[in-house]
């Protein structure tokens, strides 16, 4: 025990000189990490982006034997441990033939014994971790978008289907339920899956879910991606108030904003306020912050315009 504490204190004094050194944090730094980010509790400095689960990827048979893992795997859902058919124990000895016989039925058993929701929360709970950890999304919006992926999986809709789309969706809802302004696009980006997949898992869990669970789907709108834009494009809050103002007395005076993509209104606002200011953008950097063509940009701002 005395061994243990002796080596975590050696790690956290040789990581607080790391960012001491490298990063140019305060005299005293005292590393942890808050919802994601590295941050130094004495100056409050943000060092960086804890991101959960980094792969290693082998490619051949050297690399496959340095980078795989031999630590006990843990599970957040069902066995805590999960016996693996290994020639190896976990200090890297050999077993012999005789135990490896009797940890090749246990593992056996302790597969056969498992159901199919529970493989398949199994594979789709670290997903969403990852999925959580890079967007750096809140506790009470996983927890949430866990809700939704179990009463999925319970209800066997992931059956011939994909995991990864249906988890993506579950976050994309969950962020919708709380109104936070992130994208469609930034989930798929973030979890490297189709578009299409991902709109048709939403559509699903809309019609089959949110019902049984009396949450309610809020689309995204125009003014919650006003603040989001601005701030990526460096804009002051002033301006960026201004374009609330103007994209509010536009929609008063009729401005009709169905079934259009609301990037565009948020985006044309931003441009029309700050078009006049010292923070003036040109078209293509709203259009590419926004991620929409420079077209469509045009013709939002012609309709804020008339209105």
Same mark, same amino acid.
């Given at each position: 025990?005395?061994?243990?504490?002796?080596?975590?204190?050696?790690?956290?004094?040789?990581?607080?000189?790391?960012?001491?050194?490298?990063?140019?944090?305060?005299?005293?730094?005292?590393?942890?990490?808050?919802?994601?980010?590295?941050?130094?509790?004495?100056?409050?400095?943000?060092?960086?982006?804890?991101?959960?689960? /980094?792969?290693?990827?082998?490619?051949?048979?050297?690399?496959?034997?340095?980078?795989?893992?031999?630590?006990?795997?843990?599970?957040?859902?069902?066995?805590?441990?999960?016996?693996? !058919?290994?020639?190896?124990?976990?200090?890297?000895?050999?077993? $012999?033939?005789?135990?490896?016989?009797?940890?090749?039925?246990?593992? /056996?058993? +302790? +597969? $056969?014994?498992?159901?199919?929701?529970?493989?398949?929360?199994?594979?789709?709970?670290? /997903?969403?971790?990852?999925?959580?950890?890079?967007? !750096?999304?809140?506790?009470?919006?996983?927890?949430?978008?866990?809700?939704?992926?179990?009463?999925?999986?319970?209800?066997?809709?992931?059956?011939?289907?994909?995991?990864?789309?249906?988890?993506? @969706? $579950?976050?994309?809802?969950?962020?919708?339920?709380?109104?936070?302004?992130?994208?469609?696009?930034?989930?798929?980006? @973030?979890?490297?899956?189709?578009?299409?997949?991902?709109?048709?898992?939403?559509?699903?869990?809309?019609?089959?879910?949110?019902?049984?669970?009396?949450?309610?789907?809020?689309?995204?709108?125009?003014?919650?991606?006003?603040?989001?834009?601005? !701030?990526?494009?460096?804009?002051?809050?002033?301006?960026?108030?201004?374009?609330?103002?103007?994209? /509010?007395?536009?929609?008063?005076?009729?401005?009709?904003?169905?079934?259009?993509?609301?990037?565009?209104?948020?985006?044309?606002?931003?441009?029309?306020?700050?078009?006049?200011?010292?923070?003036?953008?040109? +078209?293509?950097?709203? $259009?590419?912050?926004?991620?929409?063509?420079?077209?469509?940009?045009?013709?939002?701002?012609?309709?804020?315009?008339?209105?």
């Amino acid at each position: 025990m005395i061994e243990l504490e002796r080596k975590e204190s050696c790690y956290l004094s040789n990581r607080n000189k790391y960012f001491n050194e490298e990063r140019n944090c305060c005299e005293r730094p005292h590393i942890n990490v808050r919802n994601g980010n590295k941050v130094c509790l004495n100056c409050g400095m943000v060092l960086g982006i804890e991101l959960w689960h /980094k792969e290693r990827r082998a490619f051949t048979k050297d690399e496959l034997e340095k980078r795989k893992r031999t630590e006990t795997r843990w599970r957040a859902y069902g066995p805590r441990t999960v016996i693996l !058919n290994e020639k190896k124990d976990c200090r890297g000895k050999s077993i $012999s033939a005789k135990k490896r016989s009797k940890i090749k039925r246990l593992s /056996k058993i +302790q +597969q $056969s014994l498992t159901t199919g929701i529970e493989r398949n929360l199994w594979e789709a709970k670290p /997903k969403m971790k990852l999925l959580i950890s890079k967007l !750096n999304i809140p506790d009470f919006v996983y927890k949430t978008a866990w809700k939704i992926y179990t009463t999925t999986a319970k209800k066997k809709l992931t059956m011939g289907r994909s995991i990864v789309g249906f988890v993506a @969706a $579950s976050v994309y809802i969950a962020i919708r339920i709380y109104e936070i302004p992130r994208l469609l696009d930034e989930i798929v980006d @973030a979890i490297l899956v189709s578009r299409r997949t991902v709109i048709r898992s939403i559509g699903m869990l809309i019609r089959e879910i949110l019902p049984e669970l009396n949450l309610k789907y809020k689309p995204i709108k125009p003014e919650q991606l006003i603040f989001k834009f601005g !701030n990526d494009l460096n804009i002051p809050i002033q301006i960026q108030k201004k374009a609330f103002n103007l994209l /509010k007395n536009s929609s008063e005076n009729g401005l009709s904003k169905n079934g259009k993509d609301p990037k565009g209104f948020a985006a044309s606002a931003i441009y029309l306020a700050a078009k006049t200011t010292e923070y003036r953008k040109t +078209q293509t950097q709203v $259009s590419d912050i926004a991620n929409i063509t420079e077209v469509t940009l045009r013709t939002r701002i012609k309709d804020i315009k008339s209105y």
